[in-house]
């Protein structure tokens, strides 16, 4: 199974989604994907894993979990007890907030759980409040549709997202995150994430594992959800698209340097996962 691209309308005036109080089982659940647009999480009630990143976490009610554009993500909800979730979608450029003499950005709480590579929260009883009012009142929003109700629905998740900012802080250590994966499984995910650049194939990560090749994509698939060659092309994919955005390299140069063996295939790939040629996609977003 391919990584699944959710898709947005990259055109809409107002870049924003909310999927409220829905409850998937394992078979509606989305597989593996990734999408440009940034995401928050709130779990009500049920239980189940979160895959983000390199990470698996344990979901339960209260918890929140913000997921930056571009990383790879799944849910597996609880056979038993599966979790009941709001999830709101946004564009970075909806929240891009007018300088008023700090450094304040509503996307601190993204920043800091990417820097951190911890996208879990656990909301206090007060933060939890707030939250579930925030959200009932984005659902009210766009259910009534009011005049107004866009710049609304802006203004709750404004709140939202400064409410997240100032609950995280820096030096908390408290994230808790499953054990579910070996230990030699995380080594590769971090390994992978930091040499995009060097032969990914099923032969050399099993080797640099210390594990047989058939234990490690066995093990890797019921883990992931995805085979080797589908997660490290996505990985790579990503990582290109970090570099268009942030250096002047060359689109050749940015190919070998994120492990593509040829150009056309670079750009063939960079396609399918992402809807654009690479030269598109650097254009739009600059």
């Known amino acids: 199974m391919n990584p699944y691209r959710k898709k947005f309308d990259a055109m809409t005036a107002f870049p924003f989604e909310c999927v409220y109080r829905d409850t998937k089982s394992a078979q ?12 928050v999480v709130f779990i009500y009630s049920g239980k189940g894993t979160f895959f983000i990143d390199q990470t698996f976490y344990d979901a339960v009610p209260g918890d929140v979990f913000m997921i930056p554009g571009n990383t790879i993500h799944r849910s597996f909800p609880d056979p038993e007890d599966p979790k009941t979730s709001t999830a709101l979608f946004f ?5 891009h907030n007018p300088p008023l ?31 579930v009012m925030l ?24 709140q939202i997202l400064l409410l997240l900012g100032r609950t995280i802080n820096p030096t908390d250590e408290n994230q808790a995150v499953s054990t579910a994966l070996p230990s030699w499984m995380t080594g590769i995910l971090t390994y992978i994430d930091e040499h995009p650049g060097s032969p990914l194939g099923l032969a050399q990560l099993a080797k640099q594992a210390s594990v047989t090749p058939a234990h490690f994509s066995r093990a890797f698939k019921k883990l992931t959800g995805l085979n080797v060659t589908e997660y490290v092309t996505t990985k790579r994919i990503i990582r290109a698209k970090e570099l268009l955005i942030e250096t002047d390299a060359n689109i050749s140069d940015i190919a070998e340097r994120c492990g593509f063996e040829s150009l056309p295939h670079f750009h063939r790939m960079f396609k399918k996962l992402t809807g654009m040629t690479p030269a598109h996609y650097k254009k739009n977003e600059n």
């Open 28 to 39: 509606n659940e989305l597989p593996d994907h990734f999408h440009d647009w940034y995401e």
């Open 91 to 95: 564009n970075a450029s909806l929240v």
């Open 101 to 131: 003499g700090d450094s304040f950005s509503y996307l601190r709480c993204f920043e800091q759980a990417k820097r951190r590579k911890a996208y879990k929260l656990s909301a206090g009883a007060d933060e939890k409040r707030q939250l």
């Open 135 to 158: 959200i009932e009142n984005i659902h009210m929003e766009e259910t009534n549709k009011k005049p107004g109700y866009r710049q609304a629905i802006l203004l709750q998740l404004q």
